[in-house]
């Protein structure tokens, strides 16, 4: 099994969803699915995503982040990728995500 971790804190006065190691279906998606379920009910106007130390993301739980990024914009809110890793700012780019997301 890989390792990851899933913390949630506050960044600027929100809430941050910290995402490290490797992620997927059969590991973290349980996790990723209850931060993001206790993070939405404190977001004023942002959601952080911090992906400094992600490795990897599967198609599952990269649709969970879509789908809750689709779920603050119809709010007026806004979901933000933080620090994407090397790997991750490449999927991003290759996927044409990161003209989705706001990544800071």
């Excluded at 969803?17 to 997927?24: A, M, P, T, V």
């Excluded at 603050?72 to 933080?82: A, E, F, G, H, P």
């Amino acid at each position: 099994m890989h390792r990851f971790s899933i913390k949630s804190r506050i960044h600027e006065g929100e809430p941050c969803i910290d995402i490290k190691g490797y992620l997927s279906n059969d590991n973290g998606l349980d996790s990723l699915l209850q931060a993001f379920q206790k993070s939405l009910e404190k977001v004023k106007e942002n959601l952080y995503v911090r992906m400094a130390d992600l490795t990897f993301i599967d198609s599952t739980c990269l649709g969970v982040i879509m789908f809750n990024f689709n779920k603050l914009s119809k709010q007026n809110r806004k979901l933000v990728i933080l620090d994407p890793s090397e790997e991750i700012r490449n999927l991003m780019e290759y996927t044409s995500l990161d003209k989705v997301f706001h990544i800071q």
